[in-house]
């Protein structure tokens, strides 16, 4: 077995985080043979039903919503969004922020210092006001959350990897490619870029957790991904009238949250005791 994945193993927190994000990422791929409903189909009939550990017996395995949804289904189907919207806004605040921090630390002149001044003002900025704001003014839509999400967080990455690159461009080996004419842009990829990619990867593993909660919010507030579209915070938001009498349809989808986050969270702080070498030190 492989020296990393031994390691991973051994911590039981992280093995059971691994086997969340598993769970929540095989239903995104093969949700389509998992779903027993269409998760938009309505039945008025049905509306309102108690899942299975109620006692009462039923098709529905999870209930169902206020129009009779199946919930398991609709379940399923956000998951899929969640993913999508939490993996897609990581890649592109990653691009972002990774590019932005690499040309900062190598170049920490007048153009390092404009970015990071950059940096700081969007710091200033609460996220949930900017990305409100941004999601008001460009309307509800999956595309359009998943920019949003993109464009105001790449912050952390710009400020980690500038950091890392300000103390790796005083090594010898940078030095020595610059000895020998090598061009900036190939210093940056080749050379600065694979010692920064641990803290990247240690970064997005959290992060991605953090765009699920904030897409949520904004669906539950009405400003993410449009109503039709089954997401978790939608589905929070449609059950939040029925806490009392049917508290299932609300919070059925805000434990797939909780438990979501918590893998994946988990999977991260994993990721990061093994890939700090300070960190790796301590627990050899």
Same mark, same amino acid.
């Given at each position: 077995?492989?020296?990393?994945? #031994? ?10 985080? @691994? ?28 509306? $309102? #039903?108690? /899942? ?49 921090? $690499? ?22 900025? +609460?996220?949930? %006001?900017?990305?409100? =704001? ?5 309307? +509800? ?21 500038? =950091? ?20 900036? +842009? ?5 050379? @600065?870029? /694979? ?14 957790? #953090? ?9 539950? $507030?009405?400003?993410?991904?449009? /109503?039709?579209? +089954? ?14 009498? =049917?508290?299932?349809?609300?919070? %059925? /989808?805000?434990? =797939? ?21 300070? $960190? ?5």
């Amino acid at each position: 077995m492989n020296p990393f994945i #031994k390691r991973y193993l051994d911590s039981r927190l992280a093995v059971f985080g @691994l086997a969340l994000v598993l769970i929540v990422v095989f239903a995104s791929l093969f949700g389509h043979w998992l779903m027993p409903f269409d998760p938009d189909a309505q039945d008025i009939l049905q509306r $309102l #039903k108690p /899942p299975f550990w109620r006692g009462e017996e039923g098709m529905h395995l999870l209930g169902t919503d206020a129009l009779g949804r199946d919930i398991f289904s609709r379940l399923i189907a956000g998951a899929r969004v969640s993913l999508l919207v939490g993996v897609a806004s990581v890649v592109i605040s990653g691009a972002i922020g990774v590019t932005l921090g $690499l040309v900062a630390g190598y170049e920490d002149r007048y153009a390092g210092r404009i970015l990071m001044a950059i940096t700081d003002i969007q710091l200033a900025i +609460p996220f949930l %006001v900017l990305a409100l =704001a941004m999601a008001a003014v460009v309307g +509800p839509s999956l595309w359009n959350i998943i920019a949003i999400l993109g464009l105001t967080n790449w912050v952390q990455y710009a400020r980690v990897v500038r =950091a890392e690159c300000l103390v790796l461009r005083e090594r010898e080996f940078i030095q020595a490619a610059q000895t020998m004419g090598i061009s900036v +842009p190939m210093i940056l990829i080749r050379h @600065l870029l /694979p010692n920064v990619m641990s803290s990247v990867i240690v970064i997005s593993s959290l992060l991605v957790a #953090k765009m699920i909660l904030f897409e949520s919010s904004l669906s539950f $507030l009405g400003l993410g991904v449009p /109503p039709e579209t +089954p997401t978790w915070g939608t589905m929070i938001a449609e059950g939040r009238n029925y806490i009392g009498n =049917a508290w299932w349809v609300a919070t %059925v /989808p805000g434990f =797939a949250i909780f438990f979501t986050v918590v893998g994946i969270n988990l999977v991260g702080d994993r990721l990061r005791d093994l890939l700090d070498p300070r $960190l790796r030190q301590v627990e050899s």
